[in-house]
């Protein structure tokens, strides 16, 4: 009987070499950003203990209570695939007393979460964020340096984003707003969608986050908690307000705008694009102060973010994806076996020297092997027949202007090694082996 051929998982995909040049730009753009400003990269584990996040992220949010995927192992240990970075950030600083040195650790990772969520464009169940932590300080001012840090990432990817803030308060001042909320919910509890009638009791702030439409009006009437701040998160997010402004960057207040984890407090912001329909969120983060205490760990204060490299991969400008594909520098077009030999011996010369070359065994007639050329992309191609063997002389063709011209191996490296975009990546001057 024939088998079915299998698929990828609903809600995952392959990422194909034709997408990964965009991939790679954005990553080695925003280490080269990130490494700016101070930040060293972490690697925490994919798989975490349960307990890490039904404690770091709150066991009454929708992640916790709807999407994790969660497991028992073979010694009888709830094992969750991590949903998300930050609680794994502060945990791995608490277990390794990254604190012990005094000052603010700045901390980024780049790799994937997984979340059981419906399936939506820009919306993976395997999804790969770049986030940033920034540990041991409250100040106002480093909120300020981590989104003109984002902003500034964004403006080399060519991407545009709208800086949206709220403040949700702390400890202090919250609890009294959400009882304020849920008393002005309960007067048209049953107008509500489903999802708001639970979190009305479980997680009042995420009403607030609501995109039902049936709710918007009776949402644009509830309380706003910027108007219910206790002294002290005023001033943090005037502070904070200041700090955007002398760097020149433009923002919104939204007071509706929530977190959909328990840890946030002060200052919550997003960063949305036009580029990405009614999913327009690309970026999110906030202050989690009290975080490492929820975990065990020692008081640290605690400002990040996290960016949706799937969905700003998604909405990076042709041009700039097309201008960082890396293309072959040279195909080697051989007629013969013995022509074969040669283009072997050669390709190993080039690639010593950091020359990207492509070279196609069993490629056939010389048409069959010009044609691969042009689907790969190559910048040039070396013919390599028996008159080249005899002369020790090669027809080298430039693809973009047809031109062709005879080379020897020492003229040939030499023109290579004289283009500017010429691939050179890592080269060595040990022996192939």
């Known amino acids: 009987m024939e088998q079915k051929p299998l698929t990828t998982l609903p809600g995952t995909r392959d990422i194909l070499p034709v997408e990964i040049p965009r991939w790679h730009l954005v990553e080695d753009r925003a280490r080269q950003v990130l490494a700016l400003y101070g930040f060293q990269e972490i690697r925490t584990p994919l798989l975490e203990a349960t307990e890490l996040f039904a404690r770091g992220i709150g066991g009454d949010t929708d992640i916790v209570g709807k999407e994790m995927y ?10 969750t695939l991590r949903p998300e970075v930050t609680a794994s950030v502060v945990r791995a600083y608490t277990e390794h007393h990254m604190y012990r040195g ?9 790799g994937p979460m997984f979340r059981h969520e419906k399936k939506q464009k820009g919306r993976w169940r395997q999804f790969y964020q770049i986030g940033a932590e920034v540990l041991g ?70 009403v607030l986050d609501c995109k039902v439409e049936s709710c918007q009006p009776y949402i644009n009437r509830l309380p706003r908690i910027t108007d219910h701040l206790c002294r002290e998160c005023s001033e943090h997010f005037q502070k904070f307000q200041d700090h955007l402004r002398e760097a020149g960057i433009r923002y919104e207040i939204v007071p509706r705008l929530v977190r959909g984890l328990d840890y946030y407090v002060r200052t919550a912001f997003e960063m949305v694009s036009g580029e ?7 970026v999110g983060g906030g202050r989690y102060d009290g975080l490492s205490e929820v975990l065990g760990g020692p008081p640290v204060q605690g ?22 594909v890396d293309r072959p520098e040279v195909y080697l077009v051989y007629l ?31 048409k069959s092997q010009m ?21 020790e002389r090669y027809s080298l063709k430039r693809m973009e202007d047809s031109k062709q011209w005879e080379v020897s191996l020492p003229e040939l490296s030499q023109y290579l090694q004289s283009l500017p975009a010429a691939a050179r990546k890592n080269p060595s001057s040990t022996n192939d082996k």
């Open 70 to 79: 969660t497991f028992t192992d073979q010694g009888g240990t709830s094992i």
């Open 102 to 110: 005094g000052g603010i650790t700045k901390l980024y990772y780049i």
């Open 137 to 206: 300080s409250d100040d106002p001012a480093v909120e300020a340096e981590v989104i003109e840090m984002i902003l500034r990432l964004l403006e080399q990817l060519q991407v545009e984003a709208r800086l949206l803030i709220n403040s949700v308060g702390d400890r202090n001042c919250r609890p009294g707003f959400i009882a304020i909320l849920k008393e002005a919910i309960s007067q048209d509890l049953g107008r509500f969608c489903d999802d708001c009638r639970r979190r009305a009791q479980t997680n009042t702030l995420r």
């Open 276 to 282: 990405l329909g009614s999913q327009n969120a690309l």
């Open 303 to 324: 400002f990040g973010f996290a960016l949706g490299l799937d969905r700003l991969v998604m909405i990076l400008p042709d041009s700039l994806a097309e201008a960082s």
């Open 336 to 366: 013969s076996d013995e022509a074969l030999k040669a283009a072997i011996s050669i390709a190993r010369l080039l690639r010593r020297q950091g020359v990207r070359c492509h070279l196609e065994f069993g490629a056939g007639s010389l």
């Open 371 to 391: 044609r691969m050329a042009n689907r790969v992309g190559a910048r040039h191609v070396l013919i390599i027949g028996q008159d080249e063997l005899a002369k």
